[in-house]
């Protein structure tokens, strides 16, 4: 089947604007993680979704940060302001489980903020 | 969740074996560990995963002594395009309720 698919896979955007980052899991995954990485560094966590729990946002770098998942599928995260900082490769991954099952990882948004 | 610490970077030759050792002090004794490969411009694939003594599979080896308080990738004669950043990780229970985190990693530059 499909694997993980993220859009849009480069965005570019003025400083101050809101951006939306889409990430289309593996069907009957039920967990989904995004994470951030900067150029020439490790993967950062940012937020974590399993099944119907309510999520785990302590990756979140700030308030202008937040991330949503519908019917347990589709995840979407928005920065809003976003900042020149914020200008890294959004990843999203999903697995059948959490835990230590494996992460099937995107091709990612490469997201510039001018 | 189980702090990992693995060199930053390895310099190897084409046709080695190269052993990364990851260090993991407090891993729990529900916890796995689990090495990912992250290849430039793309995101981390698994490699192997295994709870104690060898695992081995067709691109690899992870030997875990029976403290568990480490773990050591292997990679049998390595290719220049086995470049790469190799990330450990331990941290997740069999629960499967939990995450798992990745760290800095160690850059493997293999040269000709």
């Known amino acids: 089947g499909a694997g993980v698919s993220q859009s849009p896979s480069n965005k570019v955007t003025e400083k101050g604007k809101d951006v939306e980052l889409r990430c289309d899991p593996i069907?009957?995954?039920?967990?989904l993680y995004w994470y951030r990485q900067s150029l020439g560094q490790g993967l950062e966590f940012l937020i974590y979704?399993?099944?119907?729990?309510?999520?785990?946002k302590s990756g979140l770098p700030s308030d202008r940060f937040s991330a949503e998942r519908t019917g347990g599928s589709v995840s979407t995260l928005t920065i809003q302001r976003t900042q020149q900082e914020d200008s890294a490769v959004y990843l999203c991954?999903?697995?059948?489980?959490?835990?230590?099952?494996?992460?099937?990882f995107g091709p990612g948004t490469r997201l510039t903020v001018t | 969740l189980a702090k990992t610490t693995q060199p930053i970077s390895m310099d190897s030759y084409e046709g080695q074996e190269v052993n990364i050792t990851c260090s993991h002090n407090n891993i729990a004794t529900n916890d796995y560990i689990t090495w990912y490969q992250q290849f430039p411009s793309q995101g981390p694939r698994f490699i192997i995963q295994g709870y104690k003594t060898k695992v081995t599979n067709e691109v690899a080896s992870l030997f875990i002594p029976a403290d568990r308080k480490s773990s050591t990738l292997s990679l049998p004669r390595v290719s220049l395009s086995d470049t790469a950043v190799y990330y450990c990780l331990v941290g997740a229970d069999s629960s499967n309720t939990g995450k798992l985190i990745f760290g800095q990693g160690t850059t493997l530059q293999v040269k000709p």
């Open positions: 991954a999903s697995s059948f489980a959490g835990g230590a099952y494996e992460q099937y």
């Open positions: 069907s009957g995954h039920t967990a």
């Open positions: 979704f399993q099944g119907n729990s309510a999520p785990d």
